[in-house]
């Protein structure tokens, strides 16, 4: 069994005061890893993801980056965040890990089943879904547009998910 907990994030679009609450509840909730599914905005946003989280950040590149070379100038400023590009996939702690940005496919790399779970962003749209043994999920937005603000807890011991409102 996996002792993986990932915090799952996306469409954070500049809203710092959002994300450092959901940052706080993260620490609370002994994360081992937080995936960030696109969409920070401004490169300023990975500073403040990786003062408010001591683990490995993995973040995926939406449609929504403002300026990239700015973006790996900043990572490069802190050993435990890594720019994945457009597509993220990797084992953490036992749990097969797949992230993109949008939807649609989305849904087709969870049907592959080859993964555990599958994170993406886009729609700014709460969704949970398990295809065979994998689960989908859209984490919903930091942003608080379109819907509460929120984040997910994927727990990879349990392999249970938790949508998080902030």
């Known amino acids: 069994m996996s002792q993986a907990r990932l ?3 996306a ?4 809203r710092l005061d959002h994300l450092n609450k959901a940052l706080a509840q993260i620490r609370e909730a002994n994360c081992s890893h937080l995936i960030h599914a696109g969409d920070l905005n401004a490169p300023f946003v990975i500073a403040d993801l990786a003062g408010g989280f001591e683990g490995p ?4 590149f939406g449609n929504n980056e403002g300026d990239g070379r700015l973006c790996h100038q900043v990572a ?3 050993s435990h965040v890594t720019l994945q590009g457009p597509y993220f996939e990797a084992e953490l702690n036992g ?3 797949a992230c993109i940005h949008y939807p649609e496919p989305a849904l087709r790399i969870a049907q592959s089943g080859h993964l555990d779970v599958v994170v993406y962003g886009h ?3 709460p969704h949970h879904s398990i295809h065979g043994d994998c689960h989908l999920i859209n984490p919903g937005e930091i942003m608080g547009r ?3 603000p929120s984040w997910g807890l994927f727990d990879g011991t349990t392999r249970s998910y938790q949508r998080q409102v902030l």
């Open 11 to 14: 469409d954070s679009h500049d």
């Open 146 to 148: 379109l819907h509460e």
């Open 123 to 125: 729609d700014h749209t």
């Open 7 to 9: 915090a799952l994030i």
């Open 76 to 78: 490069s400023k802190f």
């Open 57 to 60: 950040i993995h973040i995926v």
């Open 95 to 97: 749990l097969k890990v």
